[in-house]
């Protein structure tokens, strides 16, 4: 008798995992920089956790949970979605009580009972952003900001954010009697999910992929158009912010989101060379959920973000996109160089992570392998350069170096970080002129 794993799962095998663990641990640092602390909930909740939070007329409540009876009969779910959980632990935990911002992330399997295909699995990993306690839309910014930072860091470029704000419930209900309406005159275009969706969930009928129900959406009432002033002031504030961010965005008026509980602001992230299942993750405001769980009103906002779609985008990328551990390294030669390259690391530390490299081997082998590791910048120590009180500076990317007084390495390198972190990739090489960039 042989075992196969279940449909829809996957063995992560050590160099998999090995890659897996550097991907998580770089967004893991990327959040804990924005003072995001990480929250473990329970793989299994009581259902209906989920049926209120997520809502009974979602597709995850209605058909993908995998739901089950204890041996004492308790109705059990394994996590679908990691919001509601941290919603849940929030309050049970009175995390609430010194007021302020609350700011949590987690990173864990979620499990759904989808159609297995390509970046489509029943056991996932997600990686999820929650900052409970503003009704403020910079907290909306600051969010997808971590989401795209996050992403960044990995080295994924061309990211493409799409937004659009669904309201809250008041000015939703206003326009789902409207989309109502509409729906009933063009039900015989529709497909079978949307015909029934249009009693359960009209909303999603916006997002359905079905070409003709894509042609029936272009047709529907806009939601925008039935925010109230304060959804749509909200919505404004929240552009106005990315774009002083510089984080390039998408309006798309039918972006609705799968899950009931978003309010205002929804977004996806997506990585366009991926095609059919290019979204990476997404999120919005749920300012309805603490309180649908039992809580006081208190407005949240949040994203996830599906790990393994992650990896295939840098795959996709190729294998060298991936965030190297680390992004500067210095080359010593000889004796002299190695004790001054460790002084120099010790400095070079406060802005980027940096490494000597120890091996003793010559230059030629030292740079071989800086290229290979993914490091972004390597500043070569030779003696003679050490004579002259100078350094090399090399992009590893450009190929191309340049010498620099060695009391001058620490900002240029600064300069060439920070330009990579703002372009998202990897840094200009310095000015050929050896002067400041
Ligand atoms: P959602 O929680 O539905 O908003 O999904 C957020 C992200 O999780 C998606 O953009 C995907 O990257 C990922 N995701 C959702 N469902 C699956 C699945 N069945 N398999 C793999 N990744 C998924």
Known sequence: MSFRRPRGTQDLLPAEAARWRRVTGSMRRCLESYGYGEIRTPVFEETE??????????????????????RKGRN???????????ARAYLENNLGHE??????????????????????????FQVGAEAIGSALPELDVEVIDAMMNMLRDLGLVGLAVEINSVGHPACRAVYEDALGAALARESA?????????????????????????????????????FLCDDCRAHYGAVLAGLESLGVPYTENPRLVRGLDYYTRTAFEVHYPPLGA??????????????????????????????????LVALDERGAAAVAPAVPVL??????????????LAGVLRHTAPAAVDLTGRSLKAQLRAADRSGARIAVILGDDELGRGEAILRDLEAGTQTAH????????????????????SPPTPPSASGGRP
């Open 189 to 225: 275009s529709l497909c079978p999910t949307c015909i029934e969706r249009t009693r359960t969930n009209p909303l999603r009928v916006l997002d359905c992929k079905n070409q003709s129900c894509q042609e029936v959406a272009a047709r529907l009432p806009v939601l925008r158009e």
């Open 330 to 343: 210095v080359l010593p030669l000889g004796e002299a160089s190695r004790r001054r390259a460790l002084a």
């Open 277 to 310: 299942q290019s979204a990476l993750g997404g999120g919005g405001r749920y300012d309805g959920l603490i309180e649908a769980c039992g809580g006081p009103p208190t407005p949240a906002v949040g994203f996830s973000c599906g790990i393994e779609r992650v």
């Open 99 to 124: 007021g302020g911002v609350r700011r949590f992330y987690y990173l864990g399997p979620m499990f759904r009972y989808d159609r297995p295909q390509a970046g489509r699995f029943r056991e996932f």
């Open 405 to 424: 007084p060695l009391d001058a390495v620490p900002e240029m390198v600064r300069a060439a970080m920070a330009r990579a972190a703002v372009a998202g």
């Open 76 to 86: 059990l779910t394994l996590r679908p979605e990691g919001t509601a959980p941290v």
């Open 49 to 70: 956790l989920f049926v209120r939070g997520v809502g009974t007329g979602t597709d995850i409540v209605q058909k993908e949970m995998y739901t089950f009876p204890d």
